[in-house]
């Protein structure tokens, strides 16, 4: 069946860096779909960490992580992958990877979600 298949999730230190990586299986992207990650903490409300289009251009990256990231996609392969940099304790989440023709900041039901991967950084 079509799914999102996530990896590279884990702990690090703060200011350590990490990979995360999105698989589409079951399914292609289209053309002009967008992939994104969305993160959600307890006790907080899901937020978008970033959306990359087909052209590899990436937006709604929040204020707190500008400058931390470094999104590709390899569309051969159905592979968007995330570099997160200089990762702070805030930055712990459960990262989720999402697809759909059209993405939107907020965390509503998309086309396709991924289960979700842990990212820890300790102080």
């Known amino acids: 069946e079509e799914s999102l298949v996530e990896s590279g999730g884990g702990s690090v230190q703060a200011g350590g860096s990490l990979s995360l990586s999105c698989t589409a299986s079951g399914f292609t992207f289209g053309e002009l779909d967008d992939v994104g990650w969305y993160r959600q903490a307890p006790g907080k409300a899901c937020q978008v960490v970033a959306v990359?289009?087909?052209?590899?251009?990436?937006?709604y990256i929040p204020s707190s992580l500008e400058g931390r990231l470094t999104l590709s996609r390899d569309d051969t392969k159905n592979t968007v992958t995330m570099q997160m940099e200089r990762l702070k304790p805030e930055d712990t989440a459960v990262y989720h990877c999402a697809h759909d023709r059209a993405l939107a900041p907020g965390c509503i039901e998309f086309k396709h979600w991924g289960q979700g991967i842990q990212v820890t950084v300790s102080a």
């Open positions: 990359i289009v087909r052209s590899g251009s990436t937006y």
